[in-house]
T-cell receptor
Framework: GDSVTQMEGPVTLSEEAFLTINCTYT??????LFWYVQYPGEGLQLLLK?????DKGSNKGFEATYRKETTSFHLEKGSVQVSDSAVYFC???????????????FGKGTHLIIQP | SAVISQKPSRDICQRGTSLTIQCQVDSQVTMMFWYRQQPGQSLTLIAT?????????ESGFVIDKFPISRPNLTFSTLTVSNMSPEDSSIYLCSVRQGNGYTFGSGTRLTVV
């Protein structure tokens, strides 16, 4: 079945540091890939997405590129801020047709802590 | 994107009882999803709810424990039945629109 593997935290960085959170996946088809963020005390929010190989999703200074050859979707940001402290989830959707479940498969989440 | 109202936002329940969680969407959607997020864990898909048909459950989840209703294209309920402390989790509903998914704010359930 489908699976998502991401680095587990907590990951602690200083403000303005470069961030990479690794994410790799296994899927039978050609999934869409997502990064979701969960800020303390808040719900799950879509951060960015990519639907096909070589697509780059970007939002709020975060970027991730859909790499089919390495089955990866690593999240990066050039200069993190204290306000980026949150839990980040990598996820995929196979988008299967013909009935059956079509929800998201999530990684375990990475707790990011940014220190001033 | 769709706006999802989920309630209750939290509840503390006695073991052996049942809780029904409601999810209301501000637009019509074909597919609604229910997830569980156990403490300190990731989200796991429980089932997919389509209007007019029985929900499709993921491996490890059964209808007797998590019955789902989907009476129309904007509403769904998830019931957690015969609860035990192991059911203490955050339960979230979600809808798919286009290439993206939107989530409700979740129901934090504690079973004592």
């Amino acid at each position: 079945g489908d699976s998502v593997t991401q680095m587990e935290g907590p990951v602690t960085l200083s403000e303005e540091a470069f961030l990479t959170i690794n994410c790799t996946y296994t899927a039978t088809g050609y999934p869409s890939l997502f990064w979701y963020v969960q800020y303390p005390g808040e719900g799950l929010q879509l951060l960015l997405k990519a639907t096909k190989a070589d697509d780059k999703g970007s939002n709020k200074g975060f970027e991730a590129t859909y790499r089919k050859e390495t089955t990866s979707f690593h999240l990066e940001k050039g200069s993190v801020q204290v306000s980026d402290s949150a839990v980040y989830f990598c996820a995929l959707s196979e988008g299967r047709s013909g009935g059956g479940a079509d929800g998201l498969t999530f990684g375990k989440g990475t707790h990011l802590i940014i220190q001033p | 994107s769709a706006v999802i109202s989920q309630k209750p936002s939290r509840d503390i329940c006695q073991r052996g009882t049942s809780l029904t969680i409601q999810c209301q969407v501000d637009s019509q959607v074909t597919m609604m999803f229910w997830y569980r997020q156990q403490p300190g864990q990731s989200l796991t898909l429980i089932a997919t709810a389509n209007q007019g048909s029985e929900a499709t459950y993921e491996s490890g989840f059964v209808i007797d424990k998590f019955p789902i209703s989907r009476p129309n294209l904007t509403f769904s309920t998830l019931t957690v039945s015969n609860m035990s402390p192991e059911d203490s989790s955050i339960y979230l509903c979600s809808v798919r629109q286009g290439n993206g998914y939107t989530f409700g704010s979740g129901t934090r359930l504690t079973v004592v």
